[in-house]
DNA sequence: CCCGAGACGTAATAACATAACATGCACCAG
DNA sequence: CTGGTGCATGTTATGTTATTACGTCTCGGG
């Protein structure tokens, strides 16, 4: 099965992991980053997979590649690259992927289709926000959210039917 | 510390732990569910910490109270409760908290303290959820969905200022 | 030149979760 | 009453995810 994971359509990516790492590479370099060829090399697995990976599944790529083979090689790498926005956790999956908007300062909320496995990164608009509304009227001051949804996507709905 | 843990108000919940597991059982014969036991005591050691418990936490109090204490015993009583609604799991802390609101049906949204590590859980309004949004724009059909907040509760945010 | 910060490597272990299989018990059809 | 079915519980073993602790290297500042 294809599991079709950018948002729920289909799309070439042959040019998108290198642009995507040259993105992070002059944002990194703006900020004072190291992107490291770990890693670089991690948020390159996750853009080409494009897909939701297991910490696990990232060590090993990168061991294939020389890196090391120990789990914090790719537990720091994935810190350093969720940390800085490039990549996200869904916590659902304990899974990574690579960010769908980088650059933006966003809160990302998440589509799990249960049927494919594929992940969608949707735009939240922070304005009317679910969780700020909810923060404001109790005085909680939110520094992280985690918005995911486990559901069937619309191909797979589609496909149901038949 | 006192983790506070009820939204971030005190309460005395003296009698509330004892009603909650008496809703939990009318609910469930209603239901024709078996609330068991194990079940019953896993509900009660929730409901009695009135915090974010991990299943080992549980598992530990039902071995002390003479069940089994091998981890499929507080992971099969975790998965009833949570299945019918008396129980949420918060995933970003891979741990368990007894629902603020049983009976209702609802989808919780959480709020993590991450100073005092108190849990409050929120109702959301389901007409202007976010993912419900989402859902309805992008076609995906949402079955199950996670709302989390980490930051700092109002009772921190105050202690800090001093 | 030396030092401190940060990045990486490895070993060991902790924390979280499930698979697979056996037993006991209530219920019901025959 | 007997045998079967479904469900809950228990145990062993294992799988998966994540962190702690510590040594080494490199680079830039003093």
Redesign the interface.
Known sequence: MDPNPI??QHHDHSHCVADAVAAADRSCREAGLQLTPVRKRALEILLEEHRALGAYDVLARLAEDGFGSQPPVAYRALDFLTKHGFVHKI??LNAFIACAHPGELHTP?F?I??TCQAV?E?E??PS????AN??ET?????????????????NC?ASEKR
């Open positions: 948002g729920f916590e659902k909320a589509l289709c249960t969608a949707a939240t608009d009317h926000s679910l969780l909810i923060a109790t005085g909680f001051r939110i520094s992280r959210a985690v918005l995911e949804a486990e559901g069937t996507c619309p709905l």
